[in-house]
């Protein structure tokens, strides 16, 4: 039985990996052979392993199926349903899960996340409200480029369709406030909105609310960078841990008061705590690690009823293969492999072992064994799936685990039922925990600056399975197996990380960073950097979240120039993002651009001019125009890439006058051509055109982004002119090899293909 449910978790986690899903095709071949397994126990394995994928086919395909259609992208669309989430504030509005009830016999997907763009405070929407809105929605579409967190998948994770925002209309109406359905929302809406009037308006209070109800969206970039670079992010969400201690501490204390005046007080009391542990879960918000241990929590409990033996390993398994079952599409997420990793981790080492410790003794010990088998267990996880490990994470759980479970949970706990009514002493529980808090997180910061974090982007499947392989001989009884084998194994993991796409010539990454442009130039030992993406908001930074993860993905750990061809901020806004995350030897700036990008180093910023040239590695560089323009466009740093075999000119906004200045140049005929403007239709003129013949030109731009670029107009002169077009949109990131004269290129979305890409 049990070799049945993990050979059904394997073949759900396996239909992640597929490029595509034939419904039909699968049910035809698998079925067959899981009725089999039915009737000859050797097939059960066999049998349970078809099973999961068949389970997961099925899941994926309804997902897709109940996609928004095509044809309906980009419509005002008059939709009624309940907001089915949290709503999650943000610079410029709200941001909220919706469930669609009526549709008006058209096909719209069930669940929509939406966006509400400065709605009025008297029309805020809460939790569990029916609302009529009119939206305008796409199918689920995000950036895709190397090593960088799938915000597909994540949708498709979370049942959700489509995505969208509300139009500013007459029509958008409270049809009903919240009833009993949605009661855990309206609590946590509640218990947030007394912690903000309570608290002043600092990093610290969402750090607080993620630890109070488990919403996370208010912690701010700053904070998030110094719990991962500490190794603390898991204890600022509602976890399997506190979820473990809640029922521990419940259960202890019914213990204690039932035992003297029930004679059934076990019955009772395990009851009870499930019932307090599934309210708390409900009121975190029901997230992966919540949900694993929710389900532990009850099957041990339950076991204890039934006076029968059960061994943590089956508790365990059984847990992994309910939050499978509930979602085959869990093991998408980093969450799932961390949660069930860490634990797996403790049950190895612990399990039949005695330290021989009594009292006081034993907890340190203990306490102090679990860091490190979290630490040794995870490191090969973390790796693979966040990039990096924090090598004080070790040290500085020590405190930072006692200090929110047994000072910070308890101080909310106690506060929450306060706050809820609004009467003391919940404020004022809540304001002594903002103090410890605030001490809290200085500590944190302290060890953050240190920068005691091993990054590498990326790294074969094959190097992940040995580094997990010579952790569990690490964690394994001594005599077991040799420990130096278990160190063998893990630490190629830690080497230097090599790509197994190395230029021989020339490498060119045009990533997919929406509307803006962000160019990666690497020779054999450098890099140049043309533009840095976009940022919108604290949330995203273009330099800080694409561009550092794909130098590091090349193996490349500064920047020899960085060129930021003007000032707009789909152009420069990942600048601060990117410096802080990958040292830059020189940036060449058009106008220096402002001050109030980044303070400048002496000699380390460059004004971008005309006959600029510099050599790498046999690649040479050449300003064509740079700051000569009448508009901030026109003013665009034009840079050309050439080698041997291949050139390339990056032209950034430039517009048709510009464009007219660079014909009296001596241009070579143009391999590559990222297109001016994003296509616009005051860029591409046919003259500019037909002088540099372009074979391919890419467009870097948003998904059906409100400019309306490229130009359907551009594009016709583009076919017209028989010219490769790739857009980033509709390819993710653009891989240019070049390798004497062969010039190969590649797209994200069709090498690194998945089901579930649109």
């Not at 349970?48 to 997902?63: E, P």
């Not at 061994?311 to 509930?326: K, N, P, R």
């Not at 028989?722 to 390819?731: F, G, K, S, W, Y």
Request: charged fraction near 15%; hydrophobic fraction near 45%; aromatic fraction near 8%.
């Amino acid at each position: 039985m049990h070799r049945t449910i993990l050979a059904f978790i394997l073949g759900s986690i396996l239909v992640g990996l597929l490029p595509t899903i034939d419904y039909l095709q699968y049910m035809l071949l698998l079925v067959p052979i899981c009725c089999c397994g039915l009737c000859f126990s050797g097939l059960r394995g066999l049998s349970g392993l078809c099973l999961g994928v068949v389970f997961a086919v099925v899941v994926g395909h309804q997902s897709l199926k109940h996609r928004l259609p095509v044809e309906l992208e980009g419509k005002d669309l008059v939709v009624e349903g309940y907001v089915s989430s949290l709503p999650q504030r943000r610079e410029r509005g709200i941001r909220f899960s919706f469930r669609v009830l009526q549709k008006e016999g058209i096909a719209l997907p069930d669940l929509v996340v939406l966006n509400w763009y400065a709605p009025d405070r008297d029309s805020f929407p809460s939790a569990g409200e029916k609302w009529r809105f009119v939206v305008r929605l796409v199918r689920p579409h995000g950036f895709v480029n190397p090593g960088l967190f799938g915000y597909e998948a994540w949708l498709l994770t979370n049942g959700i369709s489509a995505t969208g925002y509300i139009r500013q209309d007459d029509r958008n109406l409270r049809l009903r406030k919240a009833d009993l359905r949605s009661l855990h929302h309206q609590i946590r809406e509640k218990l947030r909105e007394g912690v903000l009037k309570t608290l002043p308006d600092d990093d610290i209070r969402g750090v607080l609310i993620a630890l109070l109800i488990g919403e996370s969206g208010q912690i701010s970039k700053a904070i998030w960078r110094v719990l991962s670079n500490t190794g603390t992010n898991h204890l600022l969400i509602i976890s399997g841990l506190h979820v473990g201690l809640i029922a521990g501490m419940v259960l202890t204390l019914l213990r204690l008061i039932l035992r003297r005046i029930v004679k059934s007080w076990q019955l009772i009391a395990c009851v009870l705590t499930i019932v307090i542990a599934i309210g708390y879960g409900s009121l975190a918000g029901f997230g992966l690690p919540v949900q694993r241990a929710l389900v532990m929590v009850s099957i041990g409990l339950v076991a204890f009823l039934s006076g029968r033996t059960v061994t943590v390993w089956i508790i365990f398994l059984y847990a992994l293969f309910t939050v499978t079952a509930a979602n085959p599409f869990a093991s998408l997420g980093a969450g799932y492999w961390l949660s069930f990793g860490a634990v797996a981790s403790l049950t190895f080492f612990f399990s039949g072992r005695s330290d021989g410790y009594q009292g006081v003794t034993s907890r340190v010990r203990t306490m102090l064994q679990a860091q490190w088998i979290v630490f040794v267990g995870t490191a090969p996880l973390l790796i693979c799936w966040v990039m990096q490990v924090s090598l004080v994470a070790f040290v500085v759980n020590l405190v930072a685990i006692p200090f929110i479970s047994f000072l910070i949970v308890p101080l909310l706990l106690i506060a929450l039922p306060f706050l809820y009514i609004g009467i003391e002493p919940g404020p004022s529980l809540i304001e002594s925990t903002h103090y410890f808090l605030v001490w809290f997180i200085d500590m944190l910061a302290f060890f953050a600056e240190l920068d005691l974090v091993y990054r590498r982007p990326g790294t074969d499947l094959l190097l992940i399975l040995l580094a997990c392989l010579g952790s569990l001989i690490l964690l394994s009884p001594s005599g077991l197996s040799p420990k130096w084998l278990g160190l063998v194994l893990v630490l190629p993991v830690f080497a230097p990380y090599k790509p197994a796409t190395q230029p021989e010539d020339l490498l060119v990454q045009v990533l997919d960073v929406g509307q803006g442009l962000s160019v990666v130039i690497k020779t054999k030992n450098h890099a140049v950097v043309y533009d840095t993406g976009p940022a919108f908001g604290s949330r995203f930074d273009a330099g800080e979240q694409i561009v550092a993860p794909a130098l590091r993905s090349l193996g490349q750990a500064d920047i020899h120039t960085l060129v930021l061809s003007h000032g707009d901020i789909d152009h420069s806004g990942g600048l601060a993002g990117l410096i802080a995350q990958i040292p830059v030897q020189q940036v060449l700036a058009s106008n220096l651009l402002s001050d109030r990008l980044l303070p400048r180093k002496p000699g380390q910023w460059i004004g971008c001019s005309q006959g600029q040239r510099w050599s790498l590695d046999g690649v040479h560089f050449e300003v064509l125009l740079g700051g000569s323009g009448q508009s901030e466009n026109d003013r665009s740093c034009v840079l050309l890439v050439e080698s041997e075999w291949f050139s390339m000119i990056l032209p950034g906004d430039i517009e048709k006058d510009t464009e007219a200045l660079l014909l009296n140049h001596d241009l070579p005929i143009i391999d590559v051509m990222v297109s001016p403007h994003h296509g616009s239709l005051s860029s591409s003129s046919p003259a500019f055109l037909n002088r540099i013949r372009p074979a391919t030109i890419v467009v870097s731009a948003g998904y059906r982004n409100r400019f309306n670029h490229p130009h359907p107009t551009v594009l016709a002169r583009y076919r017209a002119r028989d010219i490769r077009v790739l857009n980033t949109a509709e390819t993710g990131s653009i891989l240019i090899h070049v390798e004497g004269s062969n010039v190969k290129m590649e797209t994200a979305r069709s090498t690194r293909k998945r089901f579930w890409y649109d």
